[in-house]
T-cell receptor, first 113, second 114 residues
Framework: GENVEQHPSTLSVQEGDSAVIKCTYS??????FPWYKQELGKGPQLIID?????GEKKDQRIAVTLNKTAKHFSLHITETQPEDSAVYFC????????????FGTGTRLTIIP | NAGVTQTPKFQVLKTGQSMTLQCAQD?????MSWYRQDPGMGLRLIHY???????DQGEVPNGYNVSRSTTEDFPLRLLSAAPSQTSVYFC?????????????FGPGTRLTVL
C-alpha cells in the first residue's frame, strides 16, 4: 500500500520568514495530494490540495509543489504569522475522490514572534 | 450548519468494556469515515462508508465495528476495549461528487483504556 513520509517533524521559524514542509510517497499511481492543518484541540482542516496533472498551486501565502518523477510534494508558507502555528499533515490517495487517504506523520510548526 | 459533531469529547474505559463513539453530520455528505490519531503516526483510517447501508474497512479495522443506517450518523463501536485502542478518534465526512474532495473533520474524542 501507499506510504507517506513527512519531514521535518518539528519546525520553528521567525515570524515573517518562510516555512517549507516536505513529503514523499511510495505509490507512483497516487495522484491526489491534500494538506491539512490541525490546531490544538481541533480536528484537521484542509488548507490546500493538488492533483497530479498540476505542478504547483497557490492560495495567498500558501503554495504546494509536486514532483511526480521524484514522488515528492512540498508545502510552502510565506510571510508566516503567529496563527500559522499548528500541526500540518500531508496525505496521498490513488485518485481524486478516493476514500483511502494515507497521511504523513505530521509537522509541528511554531512561529516565533 | 453544525458540521461534523462527535460525542463524547473524553472517555475513560476499563479493558474489556464496550462503548460507542457517536458521529453526526448535517451537510448531507454521502461519505463518512473514522480515523485514529496516535503520536508520531499521523491519522489512520479505521472504517469508512460511501452511503447509508454501505461500509468498508480502512487500514486499521480490527477491534472496531461500524454501521450506517442513515446519511447523518456513523457510530463507531468498540466491543471489548483494549489499552492499544487508547487514542484520539476523528470522524470526517465529504461529498462524493461535485468537484471537491475536502474532508470535514469533527473535533475528536479522546479515549483512554486502562
Amino acid at each position: 500500500g501507499e506510504n507517506v513520509e513527512q519531514h521535518p517533524s518539528t519546525l520553528s521559524v521567525q515570524e515573517g520568514d518562510s516555512a517549507v514542509i516536505k513529503c514523499t510517497y511510495s505509490d507512483s499511481a497516487s495522484n491526489y495530494f491534500p494538506w491539512y492543518k490541525q490546531e490544538l484541540g481541533k480536528g484537521p482542516q484542509l488548507i490546500i490540495d493538488i492533483r497530479s496533472n498540476v505542478g504547483e498551486k497557490k492560495d495567498q501565502r500558501i503554495a504546494v509543489t509536486l514532483n511526480k518523477t521524484a514522488k515528492h510534494f512540498s508545502l510552502h508558507i510565506t510571510e508566516t504569522q503567529p496563527e500559522d502555528s499548528a500541526v500540518y499533515f500531508c496525505a496521498a490517495s490513488l485518485t481524486f475522490g478516493n476514500e483511502k487517504l494515507t497521511f504523513g506523520t505530521g509537522t509541528r510548526l511554531t512561529i516565533i514572534p | 450548519n453544525a458540521g461534523v459533531t462527535q460525542t463524547p469529547k473524553f472517555q475513560v474505559l476499563k479493558t474489556g468494556q464496550s462503548m460507542t463513539l457517536q458521529c453526526a453530520q448535517d451537510m448531507n455528505h454521502e461519505y463518512m469515515s473514522w480515523y485514529r490519531q496516535d503520536p508520531g503516526m499521523g491519522l489512520r483510517l479505521i472504517h469508512y462508508s460511501v452511503g447509508a447501508g454501505i461500509t468498508d474497512q480502512g487500514e486499521v479495522p480490527n477491534g472496531y465495528n461500524v454501521s450506517r443506517s442513515t446519511t447523518e450518523d456513523f457510530p463507531l463501536r468498540l466491543l471489548s476495549a483494549a489499552p492499544s485502542q487508547t487514542s484520539v478518534y476523528f470522524c470526517a465526512s465529504k461529498l462524493t461528487s461535485g468537484g471537491t474532495n475536502e474532508q470535514f473533520f469533527g473535533p475528536g474524542t479522546r479515549l483512554t483504556v486502562l
